[in-house]
């Protein structure tokens, strides 16, 4: 077993107050927890330091996910981003602005908005992937190959557990129409 952590203290507190706690669910579910708003914060430390949000960067990456021509409309994003549309608006105009992103209007139907990816946004978005991977390594350096592949396994089969009594955690880009979310075919509505 390795060195108490701060998360074992926690539980020995709370186990004088719950004598039905199990330390091994707790443990597992509470670290998980903490490490997860270490890397929010870092995240949010990363993106700063480019000058970027956190929903700038959400944006960004959906855009680029979705694949050539790196557009989608704005309610998609909305969707995606589960994110009202009218925010979404005022975000995209910022973002417009900044430079990220370019909207213009679906030469198949005038009617209909289009959102694309800038080539100063691809590189914003590079520039604070390049960030979190290295974030993410820092985070993860006190484990060696073997045990991140451990790790990667056993969460995994957590993923599989999840997704087995509901939908997947995560889109399936590569199975994405793109001509149904960026380019209606001729003559078809928007």
Same mark, same amino acid.
């Given at each position: 077993?390795?060195?108490?952590?701060? *998360?074992?203290?926690?539980?020995?507190?709370? /186990?004088?107050?719950? /004598?039905?706690?199990?330390?091994?669910?707790?443990?597992?579910? %509470?670290?998980?927890?903490?490490?997860?708003?270490?890397?929010?914060?870092?995240?949010?430390?990363?993106?700063?330091?480019? +000058?970027?949000?956190?929903?700038?960067?959400? *944006?960004?990456?959906?855009?680029v996910a979705s694949g050539p021509p790196?557009?989608? %409309?704005? /309610?998609?994003?909305?969707?995606?981003?589960?994110?009202?549309?009218? %925010?979404?608006?005022?975000?995209?105009?910022?973002?417009?602005?900044?430079?990220?992103?370019?909207?213009?209007?679906?030469?198949?139907?005038?009617?209909?908005?289009? *959102?694309?990816? %800038?080539?100063?946004?691809?590189?914003?978005?590079?520039?604070?992937?390049?960030?979190?991977?290295?974030?993410?390594?820092?985070?993860?350096?006190?484990?060696?190959?073997?045990?991140?592949?451990?790790?990667?396994?056993?969460?995994?089969?957590?993923?599989?557990?999840?997704?087995?009594? +509901?939908?997947?955690?995560?889109?399936?880009?590569?199975?994405?129409?793109?001509?149904?979310?960026?380019?209606?075919?001729?003559?078809?509505?928007?």
């Amino acid at each position: 077993m390795s060195e108490p952590d701060s *998360v074992d203290r926690h539980i020995a507190h709370w /186990s004088r107050e719950l /004598s039905d706690l199990d330390p091994q669910t707790e443990g597992i579910i %509470t670290r998980m927890q903490v490490l997860v708003r270490v890397m929010r914060r870092e995240k949010e430390a990363w993106l700063a330091s480019g +000058g970027l949000k956190p929903w700038e960067f959400e *944006v960004l990456h959906h855009l680029v996910a979705s694949g050539p021509p790196y557009r989608a %409309t704005p /309610s998609l994003l909305a969707e995606w981003l589960d994110t009202h549309p009218a %925010t979404m608006t005022n975000r995209l105009d910022r973002m417009e602005q900044a430079g990220y992103i370019a909207r213009a209007h679906d030469p198949g139907d005038r009617r209909r908005l289009l *959102v694309e990816l %800038t080539p100063e946004g691809r590189a914003m978005w590079e520039g604070r992937m390049g960030e979190g991977d290295r974030a993410e390594r820092a985070l993860l350096s006190p484990l060696d190959s073997g045990d991140r592949e451990l790790l990667n396994d056993l969460l995994r089969r957590l993923v599989h557990g999840v997704e087995g009594d +509901g939908p997947p955690l995560l889109p399936d880009w590569a199975s994405i129409d793109r001509k149904s979310h960026a380019e209606p075919e001729k003559g078809s509505p928007a």
